[in-house]
C-alpha cells in the first residue's frame, strides 16, 4: 500500500495542472498506480535497479520491453496500455517514480522530516506542512517517462486513421525531415498586477494560455505579468517519417506523419535513418491553406491532422553521409 502523501506529491508531479480533478479520477488512477506499484516490486525488472544506481539528476525514463510486461502484468491493466497511454503511462511513471525514491542512492536521498532538506524546486510547488514527521529518508519523487520497447503489433502510415486517436501505436518508416531543437515551456509564474501575487500556471501540452482570473479570491484582477526567467522548458524537436518506399503503390506519392520528441528523444535520428516511432496518435488544428483547400483562403475549419507523441524512437539504420 502506498503512503497517501506518496500519492499526493506523485499528483503535483505527474498532474501538476490538474489539481481541481473530480475525485472519481483521482480514485482511478490512485488505483492504477497502486496496481503498477505492486507489480514492480513483486517483480524483478534490472532496469529499474540500473536507473537507481544513477544519479538523480540523470533520471529522465526508464526502458520496459513491452511484450515482456505485457505478458506479467494483469490482463485487465495490460490492455489499458494500449487503449488508453494517456492514463496509463503517467501512471506507470509515477509508480516507477515512488519505487525509485525508495530504493535510490544515497546521493539522492533528502529527510522528508527535514523541510530544508526536501525544498529544493521542482515543477511543482509542494505543501510539506500537511506531512507528518518522522517518515523517514527518501529520494524526491521525480518525472519518469517509462519507455516501451518493442511495441507490438506495427502500423502501417496507411492505417493511421481517426479511429486510433488516443491510442498507442508503432510505426516504421524513413526519417526524412528533422526540425531544430527548440525550447518546449511547460509552466511559467506570472504576478497579478492588483495584488501582486505571483504563482506558477502549467501548459498543457505545451500550449501557452494566459491566466484568466487572479488565484486570491478577493481580487478581481485580471491583468497578469508573465515571468520569463521563471519559465522551465524542455528540448522539442519535430521529425518526419515517411513510409517505406519498397511498399507504396505504384504512381502515389508516399504517405508522411510527424512526429514530436521531447526529453532525450531529441538528436536520436538523422534524416535518412529508418525508425520505428512508438507514441501516442494525436491530432492539432490544420493548417490554415490546408483545410481551406489553398493557401488563398483563410477560414476557420475542423480539419484536423493526425501526429505522433512519440515515446520511443529506434533506430535500426544510421544514414551514411
Known amino acids: 500500500m502506498i503512503d497517501k502523501y506518496l500519492l499526493e506529491e506523485a499528483w503535483k508531479v505527474f498532474w501538476p495542472s490538474e489539481t481541481d480533478c473530480d475525485e472519481s479520477e483521482r480514485n482511478a488512477r490512485a488505483a492504477l498506480i497502486e496496481s503498477y506499484y505492486s507489480f514492480f516490486n513483486s517483480h524483478d525488472y534490472s532496469s529499474i535497479v540500473a536507473v537507481a544506481q544513477q544519479q538523480a ?177 524542455v528540448d522539442f524537436q519535430r521529425i518526419r517519417l515517411q513510409e517505406d518506399l519498397n511498399r507504396k503503390e505504384p504512381g502515389r506519392v508516399p504517405r508522411t506523419v510527424d512526429c514530436e520528441l521531447l526529453h532525450e528523444l531529441v538528436d536520436s535520428c538523422v534524416p535518412g535513418d529508418v525508425v520505428t516511432v512508438v507514441g501516442i496518435v494525436r491530432v492539432q488544428p490544420a493548417a490554415a491553406s490546408d483545410a481551406a483547400g489553398g493557401a488563398g483562403r483563410r477560414q476557420p475549419s475542423a480539419l484536423m491532422t493526425i501526429y505522433i507523441d512519440a515515446n520511443v524512437v529506434d533506430a535500426h539504420k544510421v544514414a551514411t553521409l
Open 57 to 233: 539528476s540523470n533520471c529522465t525514463s526508464i526502458p520496459l520491453n513491452y511484450p515482456e510486461l505485457f505478458s506479467t502484468l494483469p490482463s485487465d491493466v495490460a490492455n489499458r496500455i494500449a487503449d488508453n497511454p494517456s492514463m496509463s503511462l503517467p501512471c506507470m511513471g509515477a509508480a516507477v517514480s515512488i519505487l525509485y525514491a525508495l530504493i535510490a542512492p544515497a546521493e539522492a536521498v533528502v529527510d522528508e522530516g527535514n523541510d530544508d532538506a526536501s525544498s529544493s524546486e521542482s515543477d511543482t510547488d509542494r505543501d510539506d506542512d500537511s506531512k507528518p514527521a518522522g517518515l523517514g529518508k527518501r529520494a524526491p519523487l521525480r518525472e519518469l517517462v517509462p519507455r516501451l520497447f518493442n511495441f507490438e503489433p506495427v502500423t502501417t502510415l496507411r492505417q493511421l486513421r481517426a479511429n486510433l486517436i488516443g491510442k498507442l501505436v508503432a510505426v516504421r518508416g524513413t526519417v526524412v525531415r528533422v526540425s531544430a531543437v527548440r525550447p518546449y515551456v511547460r509552466s511559467m509564474c506570472f504576478s497579478c498586477v492588483k495584488c501582486d501575487l505571483s504563482w506558477r500556471l502549467h501548459f498543457v501540452g505545451g500550449k501557452f494560455r494566459q491566466p484568466t482570473r487572479c488565484p486570491t479570491p478577493s481580487c478581481r484582477g485580471r491583468t497578469f505579468v508573465p515571468d520569463r526567467a521563471s519559465a522551465r522548458t
